[in-house]
């Protein structure tokens, strides 16, 4: 998964963490609430790295060049490598992998389904945009995590060489023939409206996350905090159409 673009889009809290994010896992796992929705968000976020890897692996069909190929083929193995990271702690606190991922999986597949790329740079586009869109809703839940799953959260979390890669194909296409932006900037406002729709589906559906995003547990978003994270997610994504040299 992509990271934020740029050090403005991370969202650290500038004040000491206090709470559950001023806790380790052993202190923090206590209260079986909590302990339950890490256990959802490290399997959603397992099962997105292995869709990423199968995903980048597909797009490397459709390059258009040797080294196009191999760059794809070297981000594939660096969400793989994300995956068994996730996949290892889950094991080490005593879960199954594949149990965790199970109930994300449907959800999951079903946007990969809907946002099939038709061809190289909607493949590209999908990569950058979508994944950014995960990845900083994933951040924003990551602030108040305890120490030891934030830490895991944002090492997977890191820029696998997507961006910068995504941003020079994208932007050398428009050059060669502007009216490609017209048709990728449709591309990604679909993607942004599809990203959305599945991570509040995902959410509304495991009732322990839900909970620890709104109220009750690792000091909770309130309502207002919930539109104000959204707000920032979607300035995010202008700012990333903006990279591509498309209109969002």
């Given at each position: ?5 740029n ?7 500038a ?20 302990r339950a929705?890490?256990?959802?968000l490290?399997?959603a976020?397992?099962?997105?790295e292995l ?7 597909e797009d ?11 760059e794809l083929a070297?981000?594939?193995?660096a969400?793989?490598g994300?995956?068994?990271?996730l ?5 080490a606190?005593?879960v199954?992998?594949?149990?965790a991922?199970?109930?994300f ?14 061809d ?10 979508g ?11 990551a602030?108040r995590?305890?120490?030891d ?7 997977v979390?890191?820029?696998t ?14 050059e060669a023939?502007?009216r490609?932006?017209g048709r990728?900037a ?40 919930v539109?104000?994270?959204?707000s920032?997610i ?15």
């Amino acid at each position: 998964m992509e990271t934020s673009d740029n050090a403005e889009n991370a969202n650290e809290p500038a004040e000491a963490p206090t709470g559950i994010a001023a806790q380790d896992w052993e202190r923090a796992s206590a209260d079986p609430q909590y302990r339950a929705a890490v256990v959802d968000l490290l399997g959603a976020l397992a099962y997105g790295e292995l869709a990423a890897f199968e995903r980048l692996a597909e797009d490397a069909k459709l390059a258009p060049s040797l080294d196009d190929k191999a760059e794809l083929a070297k981000m594939a193995a660096a969400e793989f490598g994300h995956f068994q990271r996730l996949r290892d702690r889950l094991t080490a606190i005593d879960v199954e992998p594949t149990g965790a991922m199970q109930p994300f999986a449907a959800a999951l597949d079903e946007f990969h389904r809907q946002t099939a790329p038709s061809d190289w740079l909607e493949g590209l586009v999908k990569a950058y945009v979508g994944d950014s869109i995960a990845s900083d809703f994933y951040r924003e839940v990551a602030v108040r995590l305890d120490s030891d799953t934030r830490a895991l959260v944002l090492t997977v979390l890191d820029d696998t060489g997507h961006a910068t890669f995504a941003v020079e194909k994208v932007r050398a296409a428009i050059e060669a023939e502007p009216r490609v932006g017209g048709r990728l900037a449709l591309w990604a406002r679909r993607l942004m409206g599809e990203a959305l729709s599945q991570a509040q589906r995902v959410v509304a559906d495991r009732d322990a996350l839900s909970t620890m995003l709104v109220g009750g547990v690792a000091d909770g978003f309130d309502l207002a905090e919930v539109g104000k994270m959204f707000s920032r997610i979607t300035e995010a994504h202008t700012k990333r159409m903006a990279a591509l040299g498309l209109a969002a």
